[in-house]
């Protein structure tokens, strides 16, 4: 029945034409429009003298009393007087017929109202026929038949997408029916296992699949009777691949709320020790490093890593992946000596049990190349990365994902040291072939175009870099959401294109939104949220708000010592931001002394030839100029001069502003 028709037939019914059209089409709405449930309704408002609000709150409260409320018999003309009055015993009857009928029809009716009761796809109808059935093309026969009842008696529709709907009161009616006759517990185990036989474990190949069968997944993990150990290894594996769905969306929290109960369940039915336990901490630690908790990600990596020793061996894939992870964990504190160390032994242990070019094998000496690019040793990182690039081309081809993932960390290498032209020109060639290959819109080939819009901007290409950044954001939200982290920092880059252009309101508008978004959904101390409050504090210091400014750099700075540690990198560059912005007000003993704790801190932290070492340096020098200590600077920047054009090459961007700040001030120091 349409909208005017339920209308109408509750008028006729309830004999009253002046009653609320929203009311009446509330409650049509909730009683699905079925004929039959308005008729009982608008008996019960009469006999009980209670108004349509009224009832509607009661059929609100739960679905126990939705249920009752539809077994109210009532009277109505035409009726014999021995036939059930009922929704609810008029439709049990129904479901009796269909059992005598069609068995497998019953039995799908059943298992269907276990499961979200919309968008029902066809293949965990046909999964669950497939468990009761022996002959495949039999199979198909009956299962087409048996839904062919079930739509004839109205309980279910077909969708265009091949998937199927069942009415709410149909859905409550049959699971009080299944309590009735002792068999909820049954279809409650099959609704189980089947949706954790079907669901993939998200990426994104199979987002789409994952998304379909996430409101089942919900139903079918919120059933109270799991008891058998089946059951409960079912959900367990249910927990694991839904958390994995939510990783791809960045929705970390929820992932991790899952592999807990995943690995709490798994550790009590297999052991603390076994494969799958394992898998899932491994799973949970880097869950905790996507959310920047890095003491719980190195503490589970640490435990998965001699676990998996233990029990497979210090050269098993298994044990080495994880070996491999903890070295992320440690590049991404700034311990670089662990990462590294870890990481050479991940590389030859593969080398050794996997062969040298076996794919494992180059990501391992893939992730050794980040790791010495991000000490600022771009020989080894080039020198590796290029060895990485070329394997990859035999062995898995030209247009390989692995293969173009490589290129890119090669183009990264290369603009980090200034080299634009090899960067834009391998950028521009990694692009073209993921669209190709994966298609524009894939994440890989996104990530790909932020990369090059960051090449642009490097170079002060600002339209260039705005354009490509625009598409970015603009994809991210329609593949992966507003909210998503990739997103956020796709918005964030843009706020940086802005600032640096002197667009401040576009930069601030964007930066604080960036800011707020995070909170939500990272939290207010995961590192990219601090990231995101520093770059608001730059903002406002190039617009001379300094109390702003220095307001949000100290919350930062020390948000970033307790999460980070007081040597870790980023923290030292919030310091030396907050210098900076003291050295724009002329605050120069504040600075002096930032200044010196930044640079002696970074040499013993990264070394004294570091490229963060060497802005340290620069810094400081500028600092002592400022304060008309011009000898004291000239010398400073004299070594970082030197320094810089053995390790980053006089052609690199920073090399030649610090080449020319010294000759300028060699300059002034001569006319004195």
């Known amino acids: 029945m349409d909208a005017g028709e339920s209308d109408q037939l509750l008028r006729i019914k309830l004999e009253d034409e002046n009653l609320d059209r929203n ?39 739960s679905d126990q009393n939705f249920v009752t409320l539809l077994s109210e018999e009532f009277e109505t003309e035409g009726r014999d007087s ?28 059943s298992f269907m109202s276990l499961l979200d009761r919309q968008a029902i796809p066809l293949e965990f109808l046909s999964s669950y026929s497939e468990q009761q059935q ?29 998937d199927f709907d069942m009415h709410r009161l149909v859905q409550l009616v049959t699971r009080k029916w299944l309590l009735q006759q002792g068999t909820l517990r049954q279809f409650e185990e099959q609704a189980l296992l089947t949706v954790s036989r079907l669901y993939p474990y998200g990426k994104y190949e199979n987002r789409m699949s994952c998304g ?65 336990t394992l898998t899932s901490m491994g799973n949970l630690a880097l869950t905790f490093w996507n959310q920047g908790q890095w003491a719980e ?14 029990v497979l061996g210090p050269e098993h894939p298994n044990t ?8 992320s964990t440690y590049r991404d504190q700034g311990q670089w000596v662990e990462a590294e160390s870890l990481g050479v032994q991940v590389m030859e242990a593969r080398k050794r049990v996997l062969g040298l070019e076996h794919p494992d094998t180059l990501t391992s000496m893939n992730n050794l190349a980040l790791t010495y690019r991000d000490q600022g040793q771009w020989v080894e990182a080039e020198s590796l990365g290029v060895q990485v690039m070329e394997a990859r081309k035999r062995v898995l081809g030209l247009e390989h994902p692995d293969t173009l993932t490589s290129m890119a960390n090669l183009a990264s290498t290369y603009r980090d040291q200034g080299r634009w032209a090899e960067a834009e020109s391998l950028g521009v060639q990694v692009i073209e072939t993921f669209k190709r290959v994966l298609g524009s819109e894939h994440p890989d080939t996104l990530t790909s175009i932020a990369n090059l819009a960051s090449t642009y901007s490097n170079q002060g290409r600002w339209a ?7 598409q970015v954001i603009e994809a991210r939200k329609r593949v992966l959401g507003l909210e998503h982290p990739n997103t956020l920092t796709s918005i964030a880059n843009l706020a940086s294109t802005y600032s640096n252009q002197g667009r401040w309101a576009e930069a601030e ?13 990272l939290g207010p101390e995961h590192p990219d949220t601090l990231a995101s409050m520093a770059n608001l504090a730059a903002t406002y210091s190039n617009q001379g708000r300094w109390a702003e400014a220095e307001s949000l750099g100290v919350q930062v700075m020390e948000a970033r010592k307790r999460v980070l540690g007081l040597e870790h990198p980023d923290t030292l560059t919030s310091m030396a931001n907050l210098a900076s912005t003291y050295r724009d007000q002329g605050r120069w003993a504040e600075v002096e002394s930032l200044d010196v704790q930044v640079m002696e801190t970074f040499k013993r932290v990264l070394g004294p030839e570091h490229p963060n070492t060497l802005t340290s340096m620069n810094n400081l020098a500028i600092t002592w100029q400022g304060q008309g200590r011009l000898d004291d600077g000239i010398d400073l920047m004299r070594q970082c001069v030197q320094i810089q054009q053995k390790v980053i090459g006089p052609d690199h961007p920073h090399a030649q502003s610090s080449l020319s700040t010294l000759q300028m001030w060699q300059e002034v120091q001569a006319t004195q």
């Open 134 to 162: 022996t002959q495949e093309l039999a199979r198909e026969v009956e299962l087409t038949k048996a839904l062919g009842v079930l739509k004839a008696f109205s309980f279910i529709t077909e969708n265009k997408g091949s």
């Open 464 to 470: 260039e870099a705005e354009s490509l950044g625009m």
């Open 297 to 310: 990600a190195e503490s589970l990596g640490v435990q998965v890593m001699e676990a998996r020793k233990r």
């Open 23 to 61: 009311a009446m089409l509330a409650l049509s709405s909730r009683l699905e429009r079925l004929p039959l449930a308005m008729v009982q309704a608008a008996a019960f408002i009469q006999e009980k003298d209670v108004s349509v609000p009224r009832y509607l709150q009661l059929l609100d409260k």
């Open 509 to 521: 508008s964007l930066g604080v939104q960036v800011i707020e978004a995070r909170k939500r959904v």
């Open 320 to 327: 080495l992946t994880s070996m491999g992870n903890l070295a």
């Open 82 to 109: 021995e036939t059930p009055r009922a929704v609810a015993e008029t439709w049990i009857l129904s479901f009796e017929q269909i059992r005598r009928q069609n068995a497998l029809a019953s039995e799908l009716m």
């Open 212 to 276: 379909a069968y996430l409101p089942h997944a919900y139903a079918a993990l919120e059933l109270e009777n799991t008891r058998s150990k089946d059951e409960r290894l079912a959900k367990a594996s249910l927990l694991h691949c839904v958390a994995g769905f939510f990783n791809f969306q960045g929705r970390w929290k929820d992932a991790e709320k899952f592999l807990v109960e995943a690995k709490e369940i798994r550790n009590e039915l297999l052991g603390s020790e076994h494969p799958s």
